[in-house]
């Protein structure tokens, strides 16, 4: 009977692992301030950022809407996430932290900052100059495209005290004319605080993996109580 559930199990994880051994799904929901969106990333759960830990961000899909642009958005559909282009900072700045040229900035600044990486426990401090971490986004945040062509980057303030909770912002993106501007893409909306997400549930596909890989610990945890009791 042994030799046959292992063997079930085999065939199990062979299911599991065969083609999407390198991916892992979660879901998301975030709305306020005008911007609200759900959906899916696909991230790699084998290859963590070799500074901040955070695994990479390969896919996204879902909907996005947002009432504060000149035209709105409505329900566009989110088709992938936009890729990084790494500039090494040193630590603590994620080995993916990329940069997207922009013109009418908010701040001032000529560019946004995006890393592509989820955090399941809570994302540490990724920037020396802001103290505040644990979203299961960075600072930076996830860029991502959507089917008119923009970009949205949504990202994480931290759990920082004087919000009261975990806030999300999120900058969105027209790349319309970005071939003409020289590759720069144009600030259409910018909401730094006030955006809510839940927490992001992981899909039964990354939950069956989780448990497949944690048979064999358990077995041997099991193995090694019934020999102390003898």
């Not at 592509?116 to 930076?140: E, M």
């Not at 993106?173 to 730094?192: C, F, L």
């Amino acid at each position: 009977m042994t030799r046959k559930l292992l063997a079930a199990g085999a065939v199990v994880a062979a299911l599991a692992f065969g083609q999407q051994a390198q991916a892992g799904q979660i879901g998301f929901a975030f709305g306020g301030g005008g911007i609200s969106g759900s959906g899916t990333f696909t991230f790699d759960p084998t290859n963590p950022d070799a500074v901040s830990g955070g695994f990479p961000i390969t896919g996204a899909t879902g909907t996005f809407s947002d009432s504060n642009t000149t035209v709105p958005i409505l329900n566009a559909s989110i088709t992938g996430a936009y890729a990084v282009n790494p500039v090494d900072k040193g630590a603590p700045f994620p080995a993916s932290l990329s940069f997207l040229a922009v013109t009418n900035p908010p701040t001032g600044d000529a560019e946004i900052s995006y890393s592509d990486l989820f955090y399941a426990d809570g994302s540490p401090i990724t920037c020396p100059d802001y103290p505040f971490s644990g979203g299961f986004l960075d600072v930076y945040g996830v860029m991502f495209q959507l089917n008119n062509g923009d970009l949205v980057d949504l990202f994480s303030n931290g759990d920082d005290p004087s919000l009261g909770s975990l806030i999300y912002g999120a900058v969105v993106v027209d790349m319309s004319k970005a071939a003409e501007n020289g590759g720069e893409g144009t600030i259409i909306d910018s909401v730094s605080r006030g955006i809510a997400a839940g927490v992001p549930e992981p899909s039964s596909f990354w939950l069956l993996g989780a448990f497949l890989l944690g048979v064999p610990a358990l077995r041997k945890r099991s193995a090694s109580s019934r020999v102390v009791r003898g």
